[in-house]
Every structure is written in structure tokens, then in C-alpha cells.
């Protein structure tokens, strides 16, 4: 079992910056491939970005391209949401995810593992 538990999510105004955290346990962070998805009221869950447990290869969604930056640190257990730019449309709640097998897609079906999820709110 892999433990996942996200932080900080919070109320930004629009063009404003935030970093989410995910911590993950259970398992040797350095096996697993993790990623973000995001849901907002209303609408279908969206592939946000993920990184192979590598490092080596890392996927955004189009939305969110040139925006939003992930990374880990294999020594915290750590993957971060660095999102900048943010726009109301960017409100939804973020859910951290990780894979088993190490690589990564943008389909949900990939990912074994799901946080309970942090709420982003972005004002205009």
C-alpha cells in the first residue's frame, strides 16, 4: 500500500502562485512513478502532470503547460506542484496519484494510488 497526503492547497487571486506537496509512504519512493489530477465542480477529472520515479520523463497536460512545473525529491518522498499564473480556471481539487510500475501516462486508470485530495480556489 502506498500512503499519499497532500498539502497546500489554499485561495489565491488570479496570476498568483502556489506549491502543493504530496508525501508519499509505503513504498520506496524512488519506484514509483507520481503524478497530479485535478477535479472541478461539475466536470470530468483532468491529468494535470506526472514524473517517471527516474526523474527522466515528465508529462503536462495542455492546459497547464508553461504554467505549472512538477518535480520530486527522492529524499523527502516528496512530488511538488509548483503553479504559477493561476487563473479561476485552475479552481478544482488537486489529488497527488502514483503508479507502481515507475513510468507515467496521463490516463487516471494508471495511477494505483489516489490522495484524499487538497482544494485549490483561484479569485478573479
Known amino acids: 500500500q502506498v500512503q499519499l497526503a497532500e498539502s497546500g492547497g489554499g485561495l489565491v487571486q488570479a496570476g498568483g502562485s502556489l506549491r502543493l506537496s504530496c508525501v508519499a509512504s509505503?513504498?520506496?519512493?524512488?519506484?514509483?512513478?507520481m503524478g497530479w489530477f485535478r477535479q472541478a465542480p461539475g466536470k470530468e477529472r483532468e491529468f494535470v502532470a506526472a514524473?517517471?520515479?527516474?526523474?527522466?520523463?515528465?508529462l503536462y497536460g495542455d492546459s497547464v503547460k508553461g504554467r505549472f512545473t512538477i518535480s520530486r525529491d527522492n529524499a523527502k518522498n516528496t512530488v511538488y506542484l509548483q503553479m504559477n499564473s493561476l487563473k479561476p480556471e485552475d479552481t478544482a481539487d488537486y489529488y497527488c496519484?502514483?503508479?507502481?510500475?515507475?513510468?507515467?501516462?496521463?490516463?487516471?486508470?494508471?495511477?494505483?494510488?489516489w490522495g484524499q485530495g487538497t482544494q485549490v480556489t483561484v479569485s478573479s
Open positions: 496519484v502514483a503508479t507502481l510500475t515507475g513510468a507515467i501516462m496521463s490516463m487516471s486508470a494508471w495511477y494505483n494510488y
Open positions: 509505503g513504498r520506496t519512493f524512488t519506484t514509483l512513478g
Open positions: 514524473v517517471s520515479s527516474s526523474g527522466g520523463r515528465i
